[in-house]
């Protein structure tokens, strides 16, 4: 079982910056995938950034690419998420979640963290 819990959120104004934290404890797989996702209102849930732990290799969507940055600290277990230039469309519930490198499916979710941005 993997425990998962995000923070940072908030409400920030178009143009500003926020960091997510996501916390990671109990058991892991020997190879994963920490990722970050959001969910808008009335829209499905999408794949924003992820980091291979091992190795650091990141990957990003492209609506947000070149403003968000995905990291990790080893020593603490936690992933980050740091997103700049916020734009009102990035307003959504914020998931982390962690998936074995060998498979496709994310099997461990967050409870997830707000995130407003006004106009």
């Known amino acids: 079982q993997v425990q998962l819990v995000e923070s940072g959120g908030g409400l920030v104004q178009a143009g500003g910056s926020l960091r997510l934290s996501c916390a990671a404890s109990?058991?892991?797989?020997?190879?994963?995938?920490m990722g970050w996702f959001r969910q808008a209102p009335g829209k499905e849930r999408e794949f924003v950034a992820s980091i291979m732990w091992s190795g650091g290799s990141t990957y990003y969507a492209h609506s947000v690419k070149g403003r968000f940055t995905i990291s990790r600290d080893n020593v603490n277990h936690t992933v980050y998420l740091q997103m700049n230039s916020l734009k009102p469309e990035d307003t959504a519930v914020y998931y982390c979640a962690v998936r074995d490198s060998r498979r496709s499916t994310y099997d461990y979710w967050g409870q997830g963290t707000q995130v407003t941005v006004s106009s």
């Open positions: 109990g058991r892991t797989y020997s190879s994963y995938f």
